[in-house]
C-alpha cells in the first residue's frame, strides 16, 4: 500500500538527497545561508541572556536555595532546543518562503524534465514574495485557530493524554500542508485544494510530516530540513498527489 505512514517519511529522505543535486543545489544555498545567520545570531542572544538571568537569580536566591543554580544551564538548553524547533520551523519558513516555490519548480523540472514555465525574472521574484507571504500568514492563521483547543484541552486531567496524541498529529498534519504548499501551489492549487488533495492519501501525508517533525528536533540538521522538506514535498507531489502521479500510483497497485 502506497498509503501509509513509512512511504512518507520516506520522500524526506528522498528530499536531502535531492537538494545536493548539482542543478538543484543553488536554489537552497541562499535561505540556507540566510537562515543559518539567524539562528546563529539567536542561539547566541539566548547563551548572553541565560548568562545574566543565571547571575540575577544567584544574587536573590537564599544561600539554602543555592542548588536552583544548577538548573539554569539545563533550562537554556530546553528553551534554546524549542526556540530551534518551533522557532526555526516559523522564522526560517518565512524566510525561505519566497525561495521554496522557485525550489519546488527546480526538483519538479529534474523528476519530470518538464519546465513549468520560463526562467522567472525580478517581476517574478516580487511576485512569488507576494504571495508566499500572504500564504504562510494563512496557514499560520490555519494552524492557530485549530491548536490554540488543543493546547488548552492539554491541561485537563485525563483528557490531555488523548490531546498529546492529537496534538503530535495534527502538527505531522501540518508540517505536510506547510511543505507541500510550494509545489501544489506552483500549479494554481489553492490552500483548500491542497488540504483537500493531501486528505486523499492522509496517512501518507502525517508520515511525511510528523518525519519532518522529528527531524527538525536535530541540531545542525534542522538547518537542511525545510530545503530537504520541500523537495520531498514536490517527489511526493509529482508522484502520489498530481494527476500522472495518481496513474502511476494505480498501476503499481
Known amino acids: 500500500m502506497r498509503n501509509n505512514p513509512l512511504t512518507g517519511a520516506r520522500y524526506l529522505l528522498r528530499g536531502f538527497g535531492l537538494v545536493l543535486e548539482p542543478r538543484i543545489r543553488r536554489f537552497v544555498v541562499i535561505p540556507l545561508a540566510i537562515n543559518t545567520l539567524v539562528f546563529t545570531i539567536l542561539i547566541y542572544c539566548l547563551y548572553l541572556g541565560a548568562g545574566r538571568l543565571s547571575g540575577l537569580l544567584e544574587s536573590w536566591l537564599p544561600d539554602w536555595l543555592d542548588w536552583l543554580r544548577f538548573l539554569i544551564w539545563p533550562l537554556f538548553g530546553l528553551v534554546a532546543l524549542l526556540v530551534m524547533v518551533f522557532g526555526f520551523s516559523i522564522v526560517g519558513n518565512l524566510i525561505s518562503a519566497p525561495f521554496n516555490g522557485f525550489l519546488a519548480e527546480a526538483v519538479e523540472r529534474n523528476l519530470t524534465g518538464r519546465a513549468l514555465e520560463p526562467a522567472p525574472g525580478w517581476s517574478a521574484l516580487a511576485r512569488e514574495v507576494v504571495r508566499s507571504v500572504r500564504s504562510e500568514l494563512r496557514k499560520l492563521g490555519y494552524t492557530l ?109
Not at 491541561?155 to 496534538?167: E, K, M, Q, T
Not at 530540513?225 to 500510483?249: H, L, N, Q
Open 145 to 253: 485557530v485549530r491548536a490554540i483547543p488543543i493546547l488548552l484541552l492539554m491541561w485537563l486531567p485525563i483528557v490531555n493524554l488523548a490531546a498529546s496524541v492529537g496534538w503530535v498529529v495534527f502538527g505531522a498534519w501540518m508540517m505536510a500542508i506547510q511543505y507541500a504548499d510550494y509545489p501544489m501551489a506552483n500549479h494554481g492549487l489553492s490552500f483548500p485544494e491542497q488540504r483537500a488533495r493531501l486528505a486523499q492519501r492522509k496517512m501518507l501525508s502525517i508520515g511525511f510530516g510528523g518525519a519532518v517533525m522529528l527531524a527538525l528536533m536535530i541540531p545542525i540538521l534542522n538547518f537542511l530540513v525545510i530545503p530537504a522538506s520541500v523537495a520531498g514535498a514536490t517527489a511526493m507531489w509529482v508522484e502520489e498527489f498530481s494527476e500522472s502521479g495518481r496513474y502511476v500510483g494505480q498501476q503499481e497497485r
